[in-house]
Structures are given as structure tokens and as C-alpha cells.
Nanobody, 118 residues
Framework: QVQLVESGGGLVQPGGSLKLTCIVS????????MGWYRQAPGKQRELVAT???????KYAGSVKGRFTISRDNSHNTVYLQMNRLQPEDTAVYYC????????????WGQGTQVTVSS
């Protein structure tokens, strides 16, 4: 299995921005479609953004136009730029393959907490 280390979360006011980073400990990172997921209290984990190598980003309707997913294969990283954050975006954010758990990506990382509140 690989290690997934998410970072960049924090507490922001509505309308603010954050950039999340996921570092993946695998050299074949470029062969996988990667996604960002989030899980809010009392809710199931949901996919919010996904990006295949050389592909076109896809987004959940709730974040489209506000979030941008990108990847840097040379550094085994995937990013999520989040703009115009809303309280409804509050959740723990995780990265994994899309669909999750492919190949060595059998475990979830600890995630990074994003809290949007005034």
C-alpha cells in the first residue's frame, strides 16, 4: 500500500480560499486517476473532484466553478484549489484514486480538516 498525506486545511471565513496538497508515496502515480473526497459529520464520503493523467478535470456540481484540481506527476502530488468557500464545504478532505482503493491505494490517509465559519 502507499501512503497518502493530505495537508493544507484550516479554518477560513466564508468566501475565503485554501489550497490542499496530497503527497503520494508511489513512483507509478501517473498511471492512476486521482480524486479528492470529503466527508462531513453525519454524511458519507463523497467525490468532489477527479483528474486522470492528461485528462480533463471533473467536479461535483456543488463545487464546480469554485474548486480546481491539478496534479504534478514529477512530484507525486495532487492539489485542490478551493475558492469562495462556503460553510457547506466544511469536511475532512481526502485524496485517493478514482474509484478509490485501486491497486496499492488500499488505505485512506488521515485527511485534512477544512472548516468554513464566521
Amino acid at each position: 500500500q502507499v501512503q497518502l498525506v493530505e495537508s493544507g486545511g484550516g479554518l477560513v471565513q466564508p468566501g475565503g480560499s485554501l489550497k490542499l496538497t496530497c503527497i503520494v508515496s508511489i513512483i507509478s502515480f501517473n498511471t492512476y486517476t486521482m480524486g479528492w473526497y470529503r466527508q462531513a459529520p453525519g454524511k458519507q464520503r463523497e467525490l468532489v473532484a477527479t483528474l486522470a493523467n492528461g485528462g480533463t478535470p471533473k467536479y461535483a456540481g456543488s463545487v464546480k466553478g469554485r474548486f480546481t484540481i491539478s496534479r504534478d506527476n514529477s512530484h507525486n502530488t495532487v492539489y485542490l484549489q478551493m475558492n469562495r468557500l462556503q460553510p457547506e464545504d466544511t469536511a475532512v478532505y481526502y485524496c485517493n484514486t478514482d474509484p478509490p482503493g485501486l491497486g496499492p491505494f488500499s488505505s485512506w490517509g488521515q485527511g485534512t480538516q477544512v472548516t468554513v465559519s464566521s
